[in-house]
């Protein structure tokens, strides 16, 4: 899945360029080259399918130019994940009705990759009968930028049976989870078969897998993009958590520690970077004064001197500077909104 803005990635993340196409760590790969890369391991260039907004097709070919105009599926509207995948799901059992499949965004982190190799081919096991797999993340601290999933424990499984899902707690809920111990961080990767995740469609969402069971004449096909054009105005924006996961009694999770982070924000990615000794990330030509915990990346040779700041981010990226608190992760939506304001370049 490519097909997201990177909001709180702001200004650095750009509507004509989002995050997933930017080479945030300084790898000289971008986030979706990345999981490319990644999921080279596991499958074959030819099994590879990345959903995105139309206006980024160009971007994912350039970036990608290993696949197939076929592997790429443009997307006429944003209407969330529930969509993206059942837009995608529909058109790969069309197909190969035997097919299963890993989903994944194109935007995250994994930082010890054969571990993650090993959970996702026990998912692959796992995915069998009616069975949709989540992956979740061992929570290392009550952050309260995940989603937490609860789940019963059984010793004779790897997979264990879900019992509820919780979007984004409070700081206090967030540290009864992690106490608890039967709690993880939702990652947002699922694996299952194709057929599974279609007859729970047809059980939570059946107006939804209406639409897309009419499409099934016209995937592959020249009638695909007006099929998918008229479809994307009929049905609801909706995650696929709410929609699906949240409903369906068979729903799982392998739990998964393999260095996992989902890049949402500035802070989360203040947290994997290398820290001054006044714990500042300093990607800058820039002079810190009485400064800590703070996020200073201006790009150029332009000096910067910061003096005073504490959990402060400090961006400037090309003809945005910004300049806010390190965790107003919830701000974002009304800095991109007001500058929206002042032109559409600036966004």
């Known amino acids: 899945m490519a097909g997201g803005i990177g909001t709180r990635f702001w200004p650095y993340s750009r509507r004509k360029r989002p995050k997933q196409f930017l080479d945030v760590l300084g790898t000289g790969r971008s986030l979706l080259q990345m999981t490319y890369d990644r999921f080279l391991e596991i499958a074959e260039p030819e099994q590879f399918v990345v959903i995105t907004y139309r206006k980024y097709l160009a971007l994912v070919k350039e970036q990608l130019p290993e696949l197939k105009d076929h592997q790429i599926l443009s997307e006429p509207l944003r209407k969330n994940t529930a969509t993206c995948i059942a837009y995608a799901t529909y058109r790969i059992h069309s197909l190969d009705p035997e097919a299963k499949i890993i989903v994944t965004p194109a935007d995250h982190l994994i930082l010890q990759e054969k571990k993650f190799t090993r959970t996702i ?47 984004k707690p409070n700081s206090k809920l967030a540290k009864t989870f992690v106490e608890s111990g039967d709690f993880v961080w939702n ?3 699922f694996v299952w078969k194709a057929q599974s995740l279609i007859k729970a469609y047809e059980e939570c969402m059946p107006d939804l897998a209406e639409v897309f069971e009419e499409g099934r004449a016209a995937y592959g096909t020249a009638k695909e993009a007006e099929f998918v054009s008229t479809a994307y105005t009929q049905v609801k924006n909706i995650s696929i958590d709410f929609g699906i996961m949240e409903k369906s009694s068979q729903v799982y999770v392998i739990l998964g520690d393999f260095g996992w982070s989902d890049l949402g924000s500035w802070n989360s990615l203040f947290e994997l970077r290398d820290k001054d000794e006044n714990n500042n990330v ?4 820039a002079v810190l004064y009485e400064t800590e915990n703070s996020y200073i990346k201006v790009k150029g040779d332009k000096l910067v001197v910061v003096q005073g700041l504490e959990n402060y981010l400090v961006n400037e990226t ?24 002042k032109g559409e370049d600036f966004i």
């Open 121 to 167: 081919n026990q998912a692959l096991e796992a995915a069998d009968s009616d069975r949709l797999i989540t992956l979740g993340i061992k929570p290392n601290r009550p952050d309260t930028g995940y989603g937490y999933i609860q789940y019963i424990e059984s010793p004779d499984n790897i997979a264990y049976r879900v019992k509820t899902f919780t979007e």
């Open 187 to 189: 990652s947002g990767m």
């Open 282 to 285: 300093v990607d800058a030509n």
């Open 318 to 341: 090309d003809n945005v500077l910004l300049i806010c608190k390190l965790d107003a992760e919830k701000k974002f939506r009304e800095f991109v909104s007001n500058a929206k304001k």
